[in-house]
Structures are given as structure tokens and as C-alpha cells.
């Protein structure tokens, strides 16, 4: 009776000189309840894993489901991409920003690699992320973790032959973010093809909980895949690296003329025509088992993967190719 009462007041309001007194109070009351909303949604920053683990427990047994993203920070739009994938498929996202030294077969590349967390943060609040963790070294490795990761022949070519140790550390970082975060689902970027690939893997053989769903590569206006390493680049190498998907591009086109290997070979010596671009391989692979293929008309999907050096700075990127 209450409600009517107020209803049949309000309407009445419509028709008299109160109206727009009592339009702006209902705005005002609207923008403020919205404000609140928002502040409820304040994504938590977490550095501690037993916190995090405490927090995402407690939203667990509230029935939530939780997406998660790992990355090493100096996020782009590809980074947010999955962020977006995870936010429209669960409850919760966590992402996480470590830039994990045990992956690094370079030290250099370590040292060098872009730490911006300030300009993360305002980033990840864009997306709505709720949790960011940001665990410091000793957080992610109290001790020596010495546990070694059989990724079968998957690790034996491109990047696992040109970064030994690379995915054993990425393995290992991984796993342990498993544990802290157990997600139901987490979210990897097709951009680093050979990693999804062995992050499916060890899922599947450690029996971790989680659905690995694989999102596609975002890229620039000029097809450069996007990249935190991307910002390391000159002016003037910036003005190069386009090359490197665009003549992934024209190498579909060519490979209806051409052999696997003089579709290599015409890719390589594309590219290294470019005095500041060199190919350290291009391999073109069964999607399955990451094998390289000799053969077009073999019926499993294809994909072309590339890593390029530009001075000190290192690419990758990779194309599909249709049977
Ligand atoms: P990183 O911070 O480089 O370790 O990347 C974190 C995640 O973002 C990985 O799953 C990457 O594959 C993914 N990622 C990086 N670049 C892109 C991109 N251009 N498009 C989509 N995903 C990406």
C-alpha cells in the first residue's frame, strides 16, 4: 500500500512544478547509488598468497567461479583482451603480474623487460579486474623449486630449442600460480602459440582443476603483434617490424604455388632482406603435436611461427595456414 501511495505521488509530481526538483533529486540518487556500486567493485591489490588464497576461498564458497590471467605486466590492449574474456565468462578475474625470472634464458632480456605497475594498475581498474597479485620473488620462490616438466617433443623445437630452460620456467611459475589461484578457467594469448600448447599439456598431466581457454592475437593497426616488448623499439625499428606479419600474410598466398620448404625459405630471406630484422626460425607446424610439417596436404591444422631479432630486441608472431 506504502509503494502505491509514493508511485501515485510521484506521478503526480510528473504533472506539477515540483517535476524537476524531484528528476534531479531522483538523478542525484541514482549517480550516487552507481558511485557506491563502483567503489564495491575496487579491484584489490594482493602480494601475499595466503591472502589471496584466504580472499578467493571465501568467494569459492559463496559459489563464485574465477577466471585468471598471468602476465608480466607492461599490459596493451592483447593483455586486456583476456581480461575481457574472463570478466564476460566468471564471476571474478585475477590476474596476476610477475615478471618470473626463471623463464628468462637471458639475463639481459630480464633486466631490460618493461616494469610499469602504476600504469597497470590504471589499466587492469579500466577492465574491472577484482583481484591484482603482485608477488614479489621471494613470495613465488621461498626456496629453490627443483621440479622438473616432461612436455614430451613439444618443448624440442622453436622456442624451447632456441631458449633452453624457457619452459621449465614458465611451467613452473604457471603451476604455482595454479595452486595459489585455482581458477576454473585461465586465459592465455595465441600470440605465444608454443606456450599454449604446453601450458595445455601440463594441465592435462598435473590434473590442475582449470579449463585452459586460448584467445586470439590482438594486433596493431599495421598487423604488428602487440607486445611488451614492442616498447623497447626505436623510432626507427618500429618503422621495420611491420615486415614480419605482413610477409606472414603474403606467405599464405604464396604457399598455393610453392612447397613447405620454399615457403620457409621465401619467408626468411623476405624478412632478412631488412637490415634491421633477422629470422632466428620460422617453422611451420602441425597445431597438435608442434612437429614440423614437410608436406601441405597433411589434414591437421597449420601454423606458421616466427621469431625475429630487431638489435637487442626479440619477436615472435605466427599465422595459420589453410590445407
Ligand atoms: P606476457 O605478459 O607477455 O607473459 O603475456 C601474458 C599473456 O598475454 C600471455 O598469455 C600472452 O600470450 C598474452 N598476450 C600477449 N600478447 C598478446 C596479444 N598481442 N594478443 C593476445 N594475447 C596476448
Redesign the pocket.
Known amino acids: 500500500m506504502l509503494i502505491i501511495n509514493k508511485l501515485l505521488l510521484a506521478y503526480n509530481l510528473v504533472d506539477n512544478k515540483y517535476f524537476y526538483s524531484f528528476f534531479f533529486k531522483t538523478l542525484i540518487h541514482i549517480t550516487f547509488i552507481s558511485y557506491i556500486c563502483a567503489i564495491l567493485k575496487v579491484m584489490k591489490i594482493v602480494s601475499n598468497r595466503s591472502d589471496l588464497i584466504q580472499e578467493l576461498n571465501l568467494l569459492r564458497q559463496l559459489g563464485k567461479t574465477i577466471g585468471f590471467?598471468?602476465?608480466?605486466?607492461?599490459?596493451?590492449e592483447?593483455?586486456l583482451?583476456?581480461m575481457r574474456y574472463s570478466n564476460d565468462q566468471n564471476d571474478i578475474t585475477v590476474v596476476s603480474i610477475f615478471v618470473n625470472p626463471t623463464q628468462f634464458n637471458d639475463k639481459k632480456d630480464y633486466q631490460r623487460y618493461p616494469r610499469i605497475l602504476d600504469e597497470d594498475i590504471k589499466k587492469l581498474e579500466s577492465v574491472s579486474c577484482d583481484f591484482l597479485f603482485t608477488p614479489s620473488e621471494h613470495e613465488m620462490y621461498p626456496v629453490k623449486d627443483t621440479r622438473e616438466f616432461d612436455f614430451g617433443n613439444l618443448d624440442k623445437v622453436m622456442e624451447g630449442k632456441f631458449r633452453p630452460g624457457h619452459f621449465q620456467g614458465v611451467a613452473l611459475i604457471v603451476s604455482k600460480l595454479f595452486e595459489i589461484v585455482n581458477p576454473d578457467f585461465a586465459?592465455?594469448?595465441?600470440?605465444?602459440f608454443q606456450?599454449?600448447a604446453i601450458i595445455k599439456h601440463i594441465t592435462k598431466k598435473l590434473d590442475f582443476p582449470v579449463e585452459i581457454i586460448s584467445?586470439?592475437?590482438?594486433?596493431e593497426t599495421d598487423g604488428l603483434?602487440?607486445?611488451?616488448r614492442n616498447m623497447l623499439l626505436s623510432i626507427e625499428e618500429r618503422k621495420h617490424v611491420p615486415l614480419i606479419f605482413k610477409t606472414l600474410q603474403e606467405a599464405q598466398q604464396k604457399a598455393k604455388n610453392l612447397s613447405v620448404d620454399e615457403t620457409k625459405n621465401w619467408v626468411v630471406c623476405t624478412i632478412n632482406n631488412d637490415s634491421f630484422l633477422k629470422v632466428e626460425y620460422f617453422e611451420i607446424v602441425d597445431e597438435t603435436n608442434l612437429q614440423p610439417i614437410n608436406k601441405w596436404e597433411q589434414k591437421t591444422g597449420k601454423v606458421g611461427c616466427i621469431a625475429v631479432h630487431v638489435g637487442n630486441i626479440r619477436l615472435i608472431d605466427n599465422i595459420r595456414f589453410n590445407s
Open positions: 590471467v598471468p602476465t608480466m605486466g607492461a599490459l596493451h592483447g593483455h583482451s583476456l586465459y592465455f594469448g595465441e600470440k605465444d606456450q599454449v584467445c586470439p592475437i590482438l594486433r603483434a602487440m607486445s611488451s
